[in-house]
C-alpha cells in the first residue's frame, strides 16, 4: 500500500502505480497473474480509479489505523490522506480541473473536521464533476443517531463508529472490502 502526498504535488498520474514488477513477456503460470510492469495510468471507472483511496481524517492515530485495517485485510489500495475538510474540498476542485488527478473510488471520510465538517466535504464531493459517484464510508467516534441520518440523507455508503480497542477498530477493514465487493457494509463496531 502507497500514501501519496497531495494532488497539486504529482508530477504525473504514473507516481499512482502501485506493485509493479520489473520486467515483460508472457506468463507461465497464468493463474498467478502478475501486476503489469507497463506506466500506463489505473483504470478509472464510474466510481474513480479502482484501488485509489482517499482519506480524510485530521487524527493521526486514525489514520495509522484506517492503514492498519485496510492492510490486514490485504487489500490492494493506495492512499492519499488529506486532513482537514478544506483540503479534501481542494482535492475534489481539483480534480475536477485536471483530468490526470484522480478520482477515488473510496473516500474514508471522518465527520469531524478542523476548517470543514464532514458533511460540508461530502456535500461538495457529491457536486463533484468527476467524484461525484465515489463511495463513502463516514467514520466518528460519535455514535449518535441523528449524525448517522444526517450522514445517511447525504449520500454515505457505510458508516464506522471508531471504537477505542485496536481489534475492534480492525473491523474497518471488512466493511472497506464488502463496501468495494459490491455488499452491503455495516458497522461493525
Excluded at 473516500?107 to 457536486?127: A, C, T, Y
Aim: include cysteine; glycine fraction near 8%.
Amino acid at each position: 500500500m502507497n500514501i501519496q502526498g497531495p494532488v497539486s504535488d504529482w508530477p504525473s498520474v504514473s507516481g499512482l502505480l502501485t506493485g509493479t514488477m520489473g520486467g515483460s513477456g508472457s506468463n507461465p503460470n497464468p493463474a498467478a497473474d502478475r501486476p503489469s510492469a507497463s506506466s500506463s495510468p489505473p483504470k478509472e471507472s464510474a466510481t474513480g480509479v479502482r484501488g485509489y483511496v482517499l482519506v480524510v481524517e485530521d487524527n493521526e492515530a486514525d489514520v495509522f489505523l484506517i492503514q492498519e485495517a485496510i492492510v490486514a485485510k490485504k487489500l490492494p489500495m493506495t492512499l492519499h490522506v488529506v486532513r482537514d475538510g478544506e483540503q479534501a474540498m481542494r482535492y475534489f476542485d481539483e480534480a475536477d480541473g485536471d483530468v490526470s488527478a484522480p478520482c477515488p473510488a473510496l473516500v474514508i471520510l471522518d465527520i469531524n473536521l478542523p476548517k470543514k465538517q464532514g458533511s460540508e466535504v461530502l456535500k461538495h464531493m457529491r457536486r463533484s464533476r468527476r467524484c461525484a459517484n465515489a463511495l463513502v464510508i463516514a467514520v466518528s467516534t460519535s455514535d449518535s443517531a441523528r449524525d448517522r441520518q444526517q450522514m445517511t440523507e447525504l449520500g454515505v455508503n457505510g458508516y464506522f463508529h471508531k471504537p477505542s480497542e485496536y481489534a475492534a477498530f480492525m473491523k474497518l477493514g471488512d466493511v472497506v472490502k464488502a463496501l468495494l465487493a459490491g455488499g452491503t457494509p455495516e458497522n461493525r463496531e
